[in-house]
Structure formats: C-alpha cells, structure tokens
C-alpha cells in the first residue's frame, strides 16, 4: 500500500502537524472498478480515521472518499508526525458492503522552514545533539537548550562582517524643545537625517565634548532652532544609581538629566542634537542593527532567510565551545564561514564603491 506525505508547514510551539494520503484499490472481483459508494467508517460507524494511542478521532465516519480513477480511492488526514493512526472505509458496490482498514504512522517531515523551528530542526538534525530539544524522536522539536546557541550564533554572524541589511532606517519623533532620541538594538549609528515640513536636513555628526561645550546650559534655556548637529552619548546611570527614578534625582538636586534612559538601558542607545528643537520634527536615522531575535518558533530574520545555512553552522561551533570545549572543532567550522562570511562583505563593498570615483563619498 502506497504512502505518500506532504508536509506544508509547521507553526506553532506545541504541536506539529502533516498531510498523509494513503490509497486503498477496490477490486471485489480482481479486476479495479468504482465503487456505487465510498466513505470512511468502521463496521460501527464511530470513526473514520482514529490516533491509536489516544483514540482522538481526526476524520469522522460518513465522509466520502476521494476517487482517483481506476478503482483508486484516497484516505487523506491530517496528523502528528511520528504518531499512529488506523483507519476504516466502507465501499458498496451490487448492493453488497465491503470494508477495508489499515495503520498509518505519519513520517516526520523533512523540510526546514526559514525560521527559528526549522534552523533548530536542522541544527538537531545535523549535530546529532537531541538532548537539546524535547522529544526529536516522536516529532517534537521544541528548545530545550539549542536556542541559546543559536542566538549566540546570531550574535557572532552579526559582529563578525558589515553584510547586507545589517543597515535600516529608524524613524522617530522629535519634540518641540527635545534634544534627545533613544532606541534599542543599533550596533552603530551611520546618518541622522531630519525632516520638517517639505524638506529633508542632513546633520552633522560631531563628538560629543565639543557639541556639549557649545551648548552649556540646560535644553529649556537654550535658544531653540533647526537641530544641525548630532552625536552619540551615553545614556545610562552608574550602577550604584541605575535604581533611581527621574524624579528621585530631581528631588535631590540633580541636572542635565535630558539624556538619560531611566531603568534597563543596555540594549539602548541613544543621540543627542543641538540647537533644541523649534518645533516638532520626524528624523530618520540610518544605523547597523543587530538582525531580530529569534524567540517565537515562526520568528525570522536576515540569517534564517537570506543565509540559514550560515547560522546552523555558526551554532554548530558554537556547540564545539559551549558543550565540547574542542579547540580544533571551533576551527573546522570558523574557517570556512568566515570565508563565507566575507564573500557577504565583499558583495557589499562592491555596491558602495561602485560608479564615477569622482561620486565617492567618504564620511570624516
């Protein structure tokens, strides 16, 4: 009896399911012929197709049959890779009942979606390290410990080579009177663009004891204008007063606290502009990211799509030094990507340099 399986994706975190199709041929007299009536149904007409081992009922009895020609008829279900399933089918034909049944365990699937399940998926299938997910065996790849090494994984891809979309634009909002922007995730920050009505405004990025220098006083002291300078600047309190509010430093006599990100600050950065804003504006500021953590099973980014096999290698040496401590393991996998990684790099250089020399621009 044939089987064939089709597996159309997975989504969620909990269960993951498959199209089977299994075909039965109907020849009551040796030679194939259709059938007066086909459904599914056991000789009690309780089920259709039914899960052994929880006796849950996927296909209902009364259902009819999907004929294929030549005395060929489908069961088709949906069902949990790994898991076992049997099932019934009634054929009449000259007034008389004929059944038939089988047992169908629903393969698992082999594809790899371009998302955290499917680089998990094949990070397990390649390594041979099943601790790290619950149950491979029965089709169940939910983390239990390969995660991390993918997000480290992530983490290295990301330092290593300036790549394509590494670079995005962020647009904010800027007050009226504001001199400060944060936002979370910039590995660094590349341009600072500021619109107003109908026009756009490059600024200037300068070092931040000069551009602070020149405008000592507190932001609602200053004269206000067009922001035309910009630069980057720590945005935290020191530990020993990371636990305080604004209005507590306020209260105890405290200034220039316009640009400081109160509470968790560590995945933030932040830029200050001067003069202070005249008026409301919208700024685009162009930096390199760190690509989007992977956290939900269907969560993807530049890695899971654009290069997936780069980051289920870049987890594989990860596996070599947070699990085997083999120096020799991080080496066989870190040479050949980072051979890969440059190629990315080169790509993009290329596309910057491209054109009239004269057009170049170089950013001092």
């Known amino acids: ?31 194939p012929l259709e059938a007066d009536s086909a459904k599914y149904g056991d000789p009690t007409n309780t089920y259709g197709v039914v899960r052994t081992d929880t006796e849950e009922v996927v296909v209902e ?21 790994g898991a076992r399933y049997e099932w019934y089918a009634k054929l009449v034909y000259d007034s008389s009942d004929f059944y038939y049944s089988g047992e169908v365990r629903v393969p698992f699937d082999t594809f790899y979606p371009n998302n955290l399940y499917g680089i998990r998926k094949q990070l397990i299938d390649d390594s041979g390290k099943y601790e790290l997910v619950v149950d491979p065996e029965l089709g169940d790849y939910t983390d239990k410990g390969a995660n991390r090494l993918i997000h480290a994984a992530q983490d290295w891809l990301d330092n290593k080579f300036d790549y394509h979309k590494q670079d995005a634009w962020l ?15 910039a590995r660094f920050i590349k341009e600072v663009w500021l619109y107003d009505v109908d026009r756009l405004h490059y600024l ?17 002291l200053l004269k206000r204008g067009r922001p035309r300078h910009w630069a980057p600047t720590p945005i935290g309190l020191a530990p020993q007063q990371a636990h305080k509010t604004k209005a507590e430093m306020e209260t105890e006599g405290y200034k220039y606290l316009d640009w400081i990100r109160f509470g968790a600050h560590y995945s933030w950065r932040g830029i200050m502009m001067f003069p202070p804003a005249d008026q409301d504006y919208t700024l685009a500021i162009r930096a390199a990211f760190h690509s989007g953590k992977l956290v939900q099973d269907t969560d993807e980014n530049f890695w899971t799509v654009a290069a997936p096999a780069l980051l289920v290698r870049a987890a594989r040496r990860q596996m070599e030094i947070d699990l085997h401590r083999n120096r020799s393991g991080v080496a066989d996998f870190e040479e050949p990507l980072l051979r890969d990684l440059m190629d990315l790099s080169f790509n993009l250089t290329a596309e910057e340099v491209s054109g009239p020399a004269e057009d170049y621009f170089v950013r001092g």
């Open 61 to 81: 009895a009364g259902l009819n049959l999907t004929y294929a020609g030549d005395g060929i008829y489908q069961i088709a279900f949906t069902g949990v890779p």
């Open 1 to 31: 009896m044939a089987l064939l399986v089709n597996f159309p994706y997975y989504q969620g975190t909990v269960e993951v399911t498959a199209q089977a199709t299994t075909t039965l041929i109907f020849a009551p007299e040796g030679t």
């Open 171 to 185: 647009y904010q909002k800027l007050s009226e009177g504001e001199t400060f922007v944060s936002f979370q995730n």
């Open 204 to 220: 200037d990025r300068v070092d931040p004891l000069p551009l602070r220098l020149a405008y000592p006083e507190e932001a609602e």
